[in-house]
């Protein structure tokens, strides 16, 4: 269901923690993933934040593709609780995140 690799995922969590110093990084990785990859990395965020539950991916998936009014990585720069939302939407879906995470480092 997820088309998205969770390391890609794992690396915006990391960036993101940077808070404010991996910014520009964070942003040119999130602009050279495909328009797939953006949506599905919204969509994780949305589930992890609770605006979606599990069961509704595809629908959080389908609205990520057509609500996409500005860059997705301005968006999801400007989104509270980035890491936190990404690490939660995974773990919602059946991601070991904690695995991911030391596969990363």
Do not use: C
Request: hydrophobic share 40%; proline share 5%.
């Amino acid at each position: 269901m997820i088309e998205i690799s969770p390391s890609k995922v794992v690396q915006v969590i990391f960036l993101a923690r940077e808070e404010g110093k991996a910014d520009t990084e964070l942003a040119g990785f999130i602009d050279n993933l495909n328009d797939d990859e953006k949506a599905h990395l919204t969509a994780i965020a949305w589930v992890g934040r609770g605006s979606y539950e599990p069961d509704d991916y595809v629908s959080a998936l389908n609205n990520a593709h057509t609500q996409a009014t500005v860059p997705t990585s301005v968006y999801l720069l400007g989104m509270p609780h980035l890491p936190e939302n990404l690490e939660a939407g995974l773990d919602a879906m059946g991601v070991d995140v904690a695995g991911e995470e030391e596969d990363f480092l």
